[in-house]
């Protein structure tokens, strides 16, 4: 039982090791590139990032025309020039025009709050003129009327308030 189990993990570890002969470079687009092969001829040492160790094998140059078939481009952001990517401009367009509907949306809805506050106090100040009885019902249900300096200050709020909200 013992041996079995020790076939199987140096099974494992032998079929393992090919993942090591894995080749990683950037082509000229700027997108890593992963392959079991090298990279084509034209891309310069520089952009190879990883590469299987050969000992004392020089690095066997692929033509460029010939496909590998291997390859997986793998884009990445901070490499990505801006224009590549299609999809990418699309959802951000989207995204700032959600924005700016949301922005109207918002500035409609204070302006309309605005000029009910201003209606409100355009009101408010026609009824609170001098000379005129003004009655209010307290937190206890009582009616009561409202005397000259509560008229003055109330008539004071309505103007800061048309002056604030009715431009």
Request: hydrophobic content about 40%.
């Amino acid at each position: 039982m013992k041996l079995h189990k020790l076939l199987l993990v140096t099974l494992a570890c032998v079929w393992a090791t090919g993942a090591l002969a894995q080749w990683q470079w950037v082509d000229k687009d700027g997108r890593k590139v992963f392959s079991d092969r090298p990279p084509p001829a034209d891309v310069p040492e520089k952009n190879i990032l990883k590469q299987p160790h050969m000992g004392n094998k020089p690095r066997a140059p692929v033509a460029a025309d010939a496909p590998t078939g291997t390859e997986t481009p793998v884009t990445t952001q901070a490499s990505a020039s801006p224009g590549k990517d299609k999809q990418l401009e699309d959802n951000k367009a989207k995204a700032e025009a959600a924005e700016a509907a949301k922005k109207k949306a918002e500035e409609e809805r204070v302006a309309k709050v605005r000029a009910d506050n201003c209606a409100r106090a355009r009101l408010s100040k026609v009824q609170l003129a001098p000379g005129r009885l003004v009655a209010s019902t307290n937190a206890k249900g009582e009616r009561g009327f409202m005397d000259d300096a509560t008229r003055e200050a109330e008539l004071r709020r309505a103007d800061d308030i048309i002056a604030a909200d009715c431009q």
